[in-house]
């Protein structure tokens, strides 16, 4: 089984800026694309940033030149450093990741959701 935790919500003035983070456990072989979700109150949730093994990245139109995904494929861990942070980016940001790990004697894969961290940008 797969584990995801975020961290590195909270709240912040309009202009600042977060680091969220992404920690994957359990018996992994491999994690594919990781990502950055959001859901605001009444709203679908939406892709945020993407980054494949390999460090290849995609953006959603809003955030892009304001936020940074990474990963550090040692570690598991996947971050979305945001800047220039506005009030419509309030949210509840979830970390996806496609898994490959162990059970067993099999590999399985999973698409794996972390529980949510909440980014308040206040104006």
């Known amino acids: 089984q797969v584990q995801l935790v975020e961290s590195g919500g909270g709240l912040v003035q309009a202009g600042g800026s977060l680091r969220l983070s992404c920690a994957a456990s359990?018996?992994?072989?491999?994690?594919?694309?990781m990502g950055w979700y959001r859901q605001a109150p009444g709203k679908q949730r939406e892709l945020v940033a993407s980054?494949?093994?390999?460090?290849?990245?995609d953006y959603e139109d809003s955030v892009k030149g304001r936020f940074t995904i990474s990963r550090d494929n040692a570690k598991n861990t996947a971050y979305l450093q945001m800047n220039n942070l506005k009030p419509e980016d309030t949210a509840v940001y979830y970390c996806n990741a496609d898994v490959t790990y162990y059970s067993g004697s099999f590999y399985r894969r999973a698409d794996s959701w972390g529980q949510g961290t909440q980014v308040t940008v206040s104006s």
């Open positions: 980054i494949t093994s390999s460090g290849g990245t």
């Open positions: 359990g018996t992994i072989f491999r994690i594919n694309v």
